[in-house]
Structure formats: C-alpha cells, structure tokens
C-alpha cells in the first residue's frame, strides 16, 4: 500500500471485497464542529492514538484522514506504519473527498 491514497483509490478500495479501516483524525475540537464524516468511518483522537491503536487488527489495512490530508493524518499513518501496521492518509482529506462527491454520512458521535 503506497503511504498516500487519491480519493479514487480509496473509493475503489472500499468497493473492494478487503476494503480498509478508515479512520477521521481530525483533531477534537475539528471533529466536534463538523457535521459529517466519510461513510464508513470511525473518528479516533489523534492525541490518543498510542491507546486505540493497539487494539487495531494488523491484518486490515487502514486509511486516515483529516480536513486536508496534511500533518495530522500524514503524522497519524506514519505512526501506525511504525506498529506495523499497513496504513495510509487520504490525500486532501475530507475536503477533497466531499470536492469529488464521496459519500458521506451525518455525523452521530464519536468514540475515543
């Protein structure tokens, strides 16, 4: 898996039959301002990341993302790499993800 996934690649690999965990890292207080997340997702707290990774499955590859796909989900994905896990970011983030059309759901809470 290449560290960077385009939104056309990560919507072929959810319409795959091993599609990826994907995880909204945008940071709390972002989170808490937004009103949706790409379908599918779970938010996770990137300030946290050191707790719910452990419990991830290292067979299943992951994508994270954040509003613009730079530091945070970039940072994230690096750190997950480094568990050895098989993780990558979304290039551009939610942004270019709703830009494009990408499903999204409404938000309904969020998990640590």
């Known amino acids: ?22 995880l909204d890292v945008r940071r709390a207080p972002t989170f808490e301002q937004a009103d949706e997340l790409i379908a599918g997702a779970v938010w996770r707290d990137p300030e946290r990341i050191d ?11 992951v994508v994270v993302y954040c509003v613009h796909g730079h530091q945070v989900s970039q940072g994230c994905s690096r750190k997950l790499r480094d568990l050895g896990l098989e993780a990558a970011f979304l290039e551009g983030g939610i942004e270019a993800w709703i830009s494009t059309g ?10 640590t």
């Open 1 to 22: 898996m290449s560290h960077a996934h385009t939104v056309a690649q990560l919507q072929a690999a959810l319409a795959s039959a091993t599609p990826p965990l994907v």
């Open 51 to 61: 707790e719910w990774s452990e419990g991830l499955d290292q067979a299943v590859p």
């Open 102 to 111: 990408g499903q999204t759901t409404a938000k309904t809470g969020a998990s």
